[in-house]
């Protein structure tokens, strides 16, 4: 290999094609699957014929084959095998044009995304993580998966981490489970679990804090029959970054509980999320926007905010918000929780 091509790193790779770097380790000190030139005291670099026995490697272990067998057929076949089209040989430089990657291709079977507008686009590294977290999650990978959102939302901050690789992720295998006559299925269920865990680790330390100086959290909930509670964990991770405390009530939270907790906390605001049509809750939404609290002459209310799009197409109340998506509910989460909202009650009333 020449001085012009060292070939890419170990994390380079690993970013790439969605494994762990300590799996990598363990491949090459148990089957040799790494690269074949290797000088002490420098960085690995993989050269185009490493990465396509490595792209077999995983290829194969992904549809099920045991990683021994695996390494075996994939180092028989490297002689003849070719390096993914679009792998640069040299070191990965940051990006600096927010095209798609040529190695972003998609998950088994997904028809590619368009390639977006000019003031939509993102840095490639996150495009291509997004891709690794999907090859990651087909192989049942969670050490990968782990490491790959751990980094995504440690280099870009939680909101691009949400919208540009785990939101993306869990859409696409939630397509393939629908298309694929309930394949899939376990898939999901990791990759949902370890989007999960990524998120409580953000917000784990604010959330479990006390009130400070008299400050209000945000309440979140999902409402009745609705147990889609992702997006809602993204929005305390997100208020979590900006110190904001929360009350996480999760998913189908009936309608008593919810008055309960809307009176005995007095939150600066209420998040309600509906995934459907079907799920979304008016009456409730209305109700909970118009229940006060305090003493007398000094009353408080609660902004509402309606999440999720199963709250599209209807005419909003007094007192209730619906935020696009999660950087403007964070952006309208941040002004409500600046100042308490004080109502006028009507003269002869004592509250809802």
């Excluded at 770097?21 to 670099?45: C, K, N, Q």
């Excluded at 189908?252 to 509980?257: K, M, S």
């Excluded at 305090?294 to 509402?304: C, L, P």
Aim: hydrophobic share 40%.
């Amino acid at each position: 290999m020449t001085e012009s091509s060292p070939g890419l790193t170990s994390g380079a790779v690993a970013r790439r094609l969605g494994v762990a770097p300590t799996t990598l380790r363990s491949w090459d000190r148990r089957y040799g699957i790494g690269p074949a030139a290797h000088e002490s005291g420098r960085h690995r670099r993989w050269s185009p014929h490493d990465i396509a026995v490595l792209q077999e490697m995983c290829r194969l272990t992904a549809a099920g084959v045991p990683p021994a067998e695996a390494a075996r057929t994939a180092r028989a076949a490297g002689g003849s095998a070719e390096a993914e089209p679009g792998v640069p040989t040299g070191p990965v430089e940051p990006a600096t044009s927010g095209a798609p990657p040529a190695t972003a291709d998609p998950l088994p079977g997904e028809t590619p995304a368009p390639e977006p507008a000019a003031h939509e686009r993102v840095p490639g590294d996150v495009r291509m993580e997004l891709r690794g977290l999907g090859r990651a999650s087909v192989r049942l990978d969670s050490a990968a998966m782990d490491e790959i959102m751990d980094s995504a939302i440690a280099r870009y901050g939680l909101v691009t981490a949400w919208e540009e690789v785990l939101a993306p992720a869990l859409h696409a295998v939630g397509r393939k489970w629908e298309t694929s006559e309930d394949r899939y299925v376990e898939v999901e269920h990791l990759l949902s679990w370890h989007v999960s865990t990524a998120l409580r680790r953000v917000v784990g330390p604010v959330r479990a804090g006390p009130a400070e100086g008299g400050t209000r959290p945000v309440l979140l909930a999902c409402v009745p029959h609705e147990q889609h509670t992702l997006p809602l964990e993204a929005l305390a991770a997100g208020l979590a970054e900006l110190g904001i405390r929360t009350l996480m009530f999760g998913g189908a939270v009936p309608p008593e509980a919810l008055d309960q907790a809307v009176r005995r906390t007095g939150p600066a605001a209420v998040v309600l999320w509906a995934q459907a049509r079907s799920t979304a809750n008016h009456p409730l939404a209305r109700h909970v926007s118009e229940t006060s609290w305090g003493v007398r002459g000094a009353r408080s209310r609660t902004a509402v905010l309606l999440t999720g799009p199963g709250w599209a197409g209807r005419t909003l109340g007094p007192g209730m918000l619906r935020p696009t998506g999660l950087r403007e509910a964070l952006s309208l989460l941040s002004g409500l929780c600046a100042a308490p909202r004080a109502v006028k009650e009507p003269a002869g009333r004592a509250g809802s």
